[in-house]
């Protein structure tokens, strides 16, 4: 029997990508999303996945949704943290609803998706939490306190849960990419987009199904003895 993968924010970008490579591996998939419905409906047309909207800031709505996924899909044995949002701005004009956004559904929103799994994936023996932090969560960036401290604490979460989950065959990984050819990072002004790349050792942005690949990995049996581990898939821009 095929195990279940839940990917939040899995309809666009890395997300999608995520989504796709998995299902190629042989999982079923589930990918939810927050709010666009028409990327989410040609999503689930051009590749069969199916889509399931709520936000991942909303502990109930989480609760809710993966009871969805698990009565259509079954027990989700794999959870790729995915889903994020940027709200920047320098310190000093950073507004108090700007932080609690993201730190609600970046960080926040890991509990409220993993928390409600847990203890399904002990009483499998079996489990799989794999979360995207950021580079910008390892090194920080300017105008993005908010961004890097929820990400920073992914990373966090990430250690800690590692050393409750390994008895039970649950291990939980982290993924840290640096910056990835996605829609929004091809809409900077191309001089920005230059700046970047000059930052970037081997000279390009990443592609998603790059950290694609390093997701489908993780969620495999073969990489069973890998827990509380960061991959830096950064293109040499920052070791950790």
């Known amino acids: 029997m095929s195990r279940t993968a839940l990917v939040t924010g899995g309809s666009r970008g890395i997300g999608a990508a995520i989504s796709v490579a998995l299902k190629k591996a042989g999982f079923n998939v589930a990918a939810n999303y927050a709010g666009n419905d028409e990327a989410a409906s040609k999503f689930t047309a051009e590749t069969g996945i199916k889509t399931y909207k709520w936000s991942v800031a909303d502990y109930d709505a989480c609760a809710d949704g993966i009871a969805k996924v ?34 609600n559904t970046n960080l926040n929103g890991v509990f409220n998706m993993t928390h409600p799994l847990w203890n399904g994936m002990r009483e499998r023996k079996f489990g799989r939490v794999i979360t995207i932090s950021s580079i910008n969560g390892q090194k920080g960036q300017f105008a993005q306190a908010n961004y890097s401290a929820s990400k920073a604490g992914d990373l966090g979460f990430t250690k800690a849960l590692a050393q409750e989950g390994a008895r039970n065959g649950i291990t939980v990984n982290a993924i840290c990419p640096g910056y990835i050819a996605t829609d929004m990072v091809m809409a900077v002004p191309e001089k920005v987009r230059e700046g970047i790349i000059a930052q970037i050792p081997v000279g390009r942005l990443g592609e998603a199904d790059e950290i694609a690949r390093c997701v489908v990995f993780l969620a495999s049996d073969e990489a069973g003895f890998i827990t509380g581990s960061t991959i830096s898939a950064n293109g040499g821009q920052y070791f950790a």
């Open 70 to 103: 698990e009565a259509e899909l079954g027990p989700v044995d794999v959870l790729v943290n995915n889903a994020g949002i940027t709200r920047d701005a320098p310190f000093h004009r950073m507004s108090r609803e700007q932080w609690m956004e993201v730190i």
